[in-house]
């Protein structure tokens, strides 16, 4: 790998692996003693701290929020896996003025700083709403703001699979006799279904973690307040170890439903091609 | 496909994206402008505004150009490589940006503040990362590292080693290699890729918060001082007319992305 | 099911793809439209097939008019040039899809399937993948796909095109002997005369967007209508300023012939021999010979020739 490669690692190691270490090490209380003589690692005492762990994560405050953050998040991803097939055809099989336009505003979410897209919702469905529709301290304003800025991974994980669809396939269908709906549903979608999945896993890990755009919509009352807003308030009261290890609850879902989302589309993927 | 289904779908697209993105993004502007321009520009204008946008760009001044040469490298290694733990390197460049930033703020905090594994010798020195501009940059950093890297490879592996292979039979050497050959090649991959990154730097949020403790003048970028002006000072005027600042350089960002994207076909496929 | 194509015009934004088209397909035939690429002739199909909705002209199927009836009624085969498989599901699926449209009973399919698959030698393969056969498998699945709903025509796209040499040839004679038992009309498009050839008992050949000639393919050979034809259809010279082919012409002593001229190469290939000459007026041609003939008349390079046809010696 040369010196360059030590340096990258290096960096990464500061500023990725190191810190997710520490949380995850204080997460689950984990103590490393000596004894006797060495700091060879057959003298190394480990122990886990899992009874502060499990009750940091089952605080009723830590309940309820990872709750409220994994239905608000499942919800979203499947809405957003819905509507980012429609808009993906839209772009790609549809011809109007204006669609190189549309096909930017997608990425606004992405380039858009979390907190502008929180204050942006709330301009329109905050306090004094010009059309009169007021979503502060509601989970349908949390979940506008997490539509909002997930929106992005679900049509870009579906349009450039979308563009690369072999045509024939459908006009073979066609000729077969089968109509619209049947041609989408059984012989689109099966080709679709794998960026589907990928995009809904992006999106949902996205949106269990997301706090910038709800941080002001949420108006930190505890109906309204997600995981991420609940670990902030802990660090807020620098109970660090508690947002640890309730971070650490939070790691773990995220990285099941990547995971599971990733293997499932892999799997599928590999028959086709 | 029928003409009613077409023009149904192309409704229920574009009322989507009008009632999630489009109307919103219009009233922010209506309400920036709500108490008419001047309004608008002392609020930007003002000492606090300006100290956290300086802030802002100092953080970006540092941690770009660090992440694009990491970026660069990185990719460089990954396609044109071959070692152990190369799939573990590309993955770990995911990580920051598949959780949460609050989280990646705490991680930063549990390492290196006075209570983090190496609080105590960083503190000997003298460095200190919780509520100092530092923490900051590394939060920061932390939370932009991958998107160099993810610009630049599908093009590298794209273009392949045949050109840089060539250039070596005639007899270049690794610099002029790499300046002559590799980086025009990846250019508007690196700058697609340096773009993304500003865009993130200048917003980051939950990660910054954290690690930052929120002190105006010392440790307030702009987007603290957005949620500071609503949640804080009720200076809803001041979140506004900040927010239209950093939405309106995000639209340059996206005109700039826009453009490399006609330049390079295979940008397309980004982040997701 | 006899096919009568009427006048028909189809442009794209620019070109002019298919122009005033007009041909009688016959029923139980086998047709093979030929033509250099960009000729109009994939066009042409899918206006058969209604792919494409032409500009102008009628599609008439069994005196039935189908211009504008959707591809999903017209009770066609079509097979596309890279066979468009569905990938997601396997062959039996596949065969069974345009069945499935239909509503057929699953019983009807199992068999129906079942006894196609043994018609295109594809037994083994019923749950396989199209990913997991070869280019020669996928295309015979595609062939039994759409032979499936039973269809009143069958339109094939470049079925060979895709293919290494010795698989398209025995595809070829298989797809022969395909429709020799099954007298579905074929229609089949290829740029390849020797395919359309070995196969087909009609060809209509097209150029430009138009149909320049058409008929059964010998008579075509031997009287082609214009100098395209002839060198479409196969080997083709000049000679006296006339387009023929080179086995039509041979090579005698110099004083017999009233054309002279010197060989300036020879290149045998196998039992037949390519003999160039420059003749005396600065042209040059070339003459196809067996290699008998080449052996028993001792040429080689540089030597003085006489050159003509070899009707004149039956005149």
Same mark, same amino acid.
């Given at each position: 790998?040369?010196?360059?490669?030590?340096?990258?690692?290096?960096?990464?190691?500061?500023?990725?692996?190191?810190?997710?270490?520490?949380?995850?090490?204080?997460?689950?209380?984990?103590?490393?003693?000596?004894?006797?003589?060495?700091?060879?690692?057959?003298?190394?005492?480990?122990?886990?701290?899992?009874?502060?762990?499990?009750?940091?994560?089952?605080?009723?405050?830590?309940?309820?929020?990872?709750?409220?953050?994994?239905?608000?998040?499942?919800?979203?991803?499947?809405?957003?896996?819905?509507?980012?097939?429609?808009?993906?055809?839209?772009?790609?099989?549809?011809?109007?003025?204006?669609?190189?336009?549309?096909?930017?505003?997608?990425?606004?979410?992405?380039?858009?700083?979390?907190?502008?897209?929180?204050?942006?919702?709330?301009?329109?469905?905050?306090?004094?709403?010009?059309?009169?529709?007021?979503?502060?301290?509601?989970?349908?304003?949390?979940?506008?703001?997490?539509?909002?800025?997930?929106?992005?991974?679900?049509?870009?994980?579906?349009?450039?699979?979308?563009?690369?669809?072999?045509?024939?396939?459908?006009?073979?269908?066609?000729?077969?006799?089968?109509?619209?709906?049947?041609?989408?549903?059984?012989?689109?979608?099966?080709?679709?279904?794998?960026?589907?999945?990928?995009?809904?896993?992006?999106?949902?890990?996205?949106?269990?973690?997301?706090?910038?755009?709800?941080?002001?919509?949420?108006?930190?009352?505890?109906?309204?307040?997600?995981?991420?807003?609940?670990?902030?308030?802990?660090?807020?009261?620098?109970?660090?170890?508690?947002?640890?290890?309730?971070?650490?609850?939070?790691?773990?879902?995220?990285?099941?439903?990547?995971?599971?989302?990733?293997?499932?589309?892999?799997?599928?993927?590999?028959?086709?091609? | 496909?029928?003409?009613?289904?077409?023009?149904?779908?192309?409704?229920?697209?574009?009322?989507?994206?009008?009632?999630?993105?489009?109307?919103?993004?219009?009233?922010?502007?209506?309400?920036?402008?709500?108490?008419?321009?001047?309004?608008?520009?002392?609020?930007?204008?003002?000492?606090?505004?300006?100290?956290?946008?300086?802030?802002?760009?100092?953080?970006?001044?540092?941690?770009?150009?660090?992440?694009?040469?990491?970026?660069?490298?990185?990719?460089?290694?990954?396609?044109?490589?071959?070692?152990?733990?190369?799939?573990?390197?590309?993955?770990?460049?995911?990580?920051?940006?598949?959780?949460?930033?609050?989280?990646?703020?705490?991680?930063?905090?549990?390492?290196?503040?006075?209570?983090?594994?190496?609080?105590?010798?960083?503190?000997?020195?003298?460095?200190?990362?919780?509520?100092?501009?530092?923490?900051?940059?590394?939060?920061?950093?932390?939370?932009?590292?991958?998107?160099?890297?993810?610009?630049?490879?599908?093009?590298?592996?794209?273009?392949?080693?045949?050109?840089?292979?060539?250039?070596?039979?005639?007899?270049?050497?690794?610099?002029?290699?790499?300046?002559?050959?590799?980086?025009?090649?990846?250019?508007?991959?690196?700058?697609?890729?340096?773009?993304?990154?500003?865009?993130?730097?200048?917003?980051?949020?939950?990660?910054?918060?954290?690690?930052?403790?929120?002190?105006?003048?010392?440790?307030?970028?702009?987007?603290?001082?957005?949620?500071?002006?609503?949640?804080?000072?009720?200076?809803?005027?001041?979140?506004?007319?900040?927010?239209?600042?950093?939405?309106?350089?995000?639209?340059?960002?996206?005109?700039?992305?826009?453009?490399?994207?006609?330049?390079?076909?295979?940008?397309?496929?980004?982040?997701? | 099911?006899?096919?009568?194509?009427?006048?028909?015009?189809?442009?794209?934004?620019?070109?002019?793809?298919?122009?005033?088209?007009?041909?009688?397909?016959?029923?139980?035939?086998?047709?093979?439209?030929?033509?250099?690429?960009?000729?109009?002739?994939?066009?042409?199909?899918?206006?058969?097939?209604?792919?494409?909705?032409?500009?102008?002209?009628?599609?008439?199927?069994?005196?039935?008019?189908?211009?504008?009836?959707?591809?999903?009624?017209?009770?066609?085969?079509?097979?596309?040039?890279?066979?468009?498989?569905?990938?997601?599901?396997?062959?039996?699926?596949?065969?069974?899809?345009?069945?499935?449209?239909?509503?057929?009973?699953?019983?009807?399919?199992?068999?129906?399937?079942?006894?196609?698959?043994?018609?295109?030698?594809?037994?083994?393969?019923?749950?396989?993948?199209?990913?997991?056969?070869?280019?020669?498998?996928?295309?015979?699945? %595609?062939?039994?796909?759409?032979?499936?709903?039973?269809?009143?025509?069958?339109?094939?796209?470049?079925?060979?095109?895709?293919?290494?040499?010795?698989?398209?040839?025995?595809?070829?004679?298989?797809?022969?002997?395909?429709?020799?038992?099954?007298?579905?009309?074929?229609?089949?498009?290829?740029?390849?005369?020797?395919?359309?050839?070995?196969? %087909?008992?009609?060809?209509?050949?097209?150029?430009?967007?138009?149909?320049?000639?058409?008929?059964?393919?010998? %008579?075509?050979?031997?009287?082609?209508?214009?100098?395209?034809?002839?060198?479409?259809?196969?080997?083709?010279?000049?000679?006296?300023?006339?387009?023929?082919?080179?086995?039509?012409?041979?090579?005698?002593?110099?004083?017999?012939?009233?054309?002279?001229?010197?060989?300036?190469?020879?290149?045998?290939?196998?039992?037949?021999?390519?003999?160039?000459?420059?003749?005396?007026?600065?042209?040059?041609?070339?003459?196809?010979?067996?290699?008998?003939?080449?052996?028993?008349?001792?040429?080689?390079?540089?030597?003085?020739?006489?050159?003509?046809?070899?009707?004149?010696?039956?005149?």
């Amino acid at each position: 790998m040369g010196g360059g490669g030590v340096l990258i690692v290096g960096y990464l190691s500061i500023i990725v692996l190191l810190p997710i270490a520490a949380l995850i090490s204080h997460g689950l209380s984990i103590s490393v003693a000596t004894h006797g003589s060495g700091w060879a690692f057959w003298h190394w005492h480990v122990s886990f701290g899992f009874k502060t762990f499990w009750s940091a994560v089952t605080a009723v405050g830590s309940r309820n929020s990872i709750w409220l953050s994994l239905w608000l998040s499942l919800g979203v991803a499947a809405i957003n896996a819905v509507m980012g097939v429609a808009i993906a055809w839209v772009l790609v099989r549809d011809r109007f003025f204006g669609r190189g336009f549309i096909d930017s505003v997608i990425d606004l979410p992405f380039a858009l700083p979390t907190i502008v897209a929180g204050v942006v919702l709330l301009a329109i469905y905050g306090p004094n709403s010009p059309i009169h529709v007021d979503l502060f301290e509601t989970w349908m304003g949390l979940m506008l703001a997490l539509l909002f800025v997930t929106l992005p991974f679900s049509v870009r994980a579906v349009q450039p699979v979308l563009a690369s669809l072999d045509l024939e396939s459908e006009a073979a269908a066609r000729t077969l006799g089968a109509g619209g709906a049947r041609i989408f549903f059984s012989v689109v979608m099966p080709s679709l279904w794998p960026s589907v999945l990928s995009g809904f896993g992006l999106a949902f890990a996205r949106a269990v973690g997301e706090f910038g755009s709800i941080s002001l919509i949420a108006g930190g009352i505890g109906r309204t307040t997600t995981a991420s807003y609940y670990i902030y308030n802990l660090t807020a009261g620098f109970l660090w170890v508690d947002a640890a290890a309730v971070s650490t609850a939070l790691l773990v879902i995220s990285l099941v439903v990547l995971v599971t989302t990733n293997v499932v589309s892999r799997r599928y993927q590999s028959r086709l091609l | 496909m029928t003409n009613t289904s077409k023009w149904t779908l192309r409704v229920v697209v574009m009322s989507y994206l009008g009632v999630l993105i489009g109307l919103p993004v219009t009233f922010l502007v209506v309400k920036a402008f709500g108490h008419g321009f001047g309004a608008f520009w002392s609020e930007v204008t003002q000492r606090d505004a300006l100290d956290a946008l300086k802030l802002s760009l100092e953080v970006a001044a540092i941690a770009v150009p660090v992440n694009a040469l990491v970026g660069v490298g990185a990719a460089l290694l990954i396609a044109r490589h071959d070692f152990v733990g190369k799939r573990v390197l590309d993955t770990v460049f995911d990580v920051p940006i598949a959780i949460s930033p609050i989280i990646i703020g705490i991680a930063l905090v549990l390492a290196y503040s006075r209570i983090g594994w190496f609080g105590a010798p960083l503190a000997r020195w003298g460095i200190n990362v919780l509520f100092t501009p530092l923490g900051i940059v590394l939060a920061t950093m932390s939370v932009s590292l991958p998107y160099v890297l993810r610009s630049i490879l599908p093009v590298l592996l794209e273009v392949g080693d045949d050109q840089e292979q060539a250039a070596r039979t005639l007899g270049a050497g690794r610099f002029r290699i790499f300046f002559q050959v590799t980086l025009p090649s990846i250019r508007w991959a690196v700058l697609y890729g340096v773009t993304l990154t500003i865009a993130r730097t200048l917003g980051e949020f939950g990660a910054v918060l954290v690690v930052s403790g929120n002190i105006t003048g010392v440790t307030q970028t702009l987007p603290i001082y957005i949620f500071d002006s609503w949640d804080q000072r009720f200076d809803v005027l001041g979140s506004y007319s900040g927010a239209l600042v950093l939405a309106l350089i995000s639209i340059g960002v996206l005109g700039i992305l826009a453009a490399l994207k006609r330049r390079e076909k295979k940008l397309l496929v980004d982040f997701a | 099911m006899s096919i009568s194509l009427s006048h028909l015009t189809k442009h794209y934004a620019k070109t002019h793809a298919v122009q005033d088209v007009s041909a009688e397909i016959k029923h139980g035939s086998l047709t093979a439209v030929l033509g250099p690429s960009g000729s109009g002739k994939s066009t042409l199909l899918k206006l058969i097939s209604g792919l494409e909705k032409p500009d102008e002209g009628t599609v008439t199927i069994d005196g039935e008019d189908m211009t504008h009836v959707d591809p999903r009624h017209r009770d066609i085969g079509f097979c596309f040039q890279h066979y468009a498989p569905f990938r997601h599901m396997n062959v039996a699926k596949n065969v069974a899809f345009g069945l499935k449209v239909r509503k057929r009973p699953k019983k009807e399919i199992d068999a129906r399937v079942s006894e196609l698959l043994a018609l295109v030698k594809l037994e083994g393969k019923a749950k396989s993948f199209p990913a997991q056969l070869s280019g020669g498998e996928r295309q015979r699945m %595609a062939l039994a796909r759409a032979l499936a709903i039973e269809p009143r025509v069958l339109l094939l796209d470049e079925p060979f095109g895709a293919l290494d040499a010795v698989v398209r040839a025995e595809l070829r004679h298989w797809l022969k002997e395909l429709h020799g038992q099954l007298h579905v009309t074929t229609v089949l498009v290829t740029h390849d005369q020797q395919e359309a050839m070995e196969v %087909a008992d009609q060809l209509i050949v097209m150029r430009a967007g138009r149909v320049v000639q058409s008929g059964n393919p010998l %008579a075509l050979y031997e009287s082609p209508a214009t100098d395209f034809v002839h060198e479409f259809l196969g080997p083709s010279t000049i000679f006296e300023g006339e387009v023929t082919r080179p086995h039509d012409l041979e090579l005698v002593s110099v004083h017999q012939g009233q054309v002279k001229g010197r060989i300036t190469s020879i290149v045998s290939l196998g039992f037949e021999a390519q003999v160039t000459v420059e003749l005396s007026d600065g042209t040059s041609t070339w003459v196809q010979l067996s290699r008998n003939e080449l052996s028993a008349m001792g040429l080689r390079v540089a030597l003085l020739v006489g050159v003509r046809r070899r009707e004149d010696i039956d005149a």
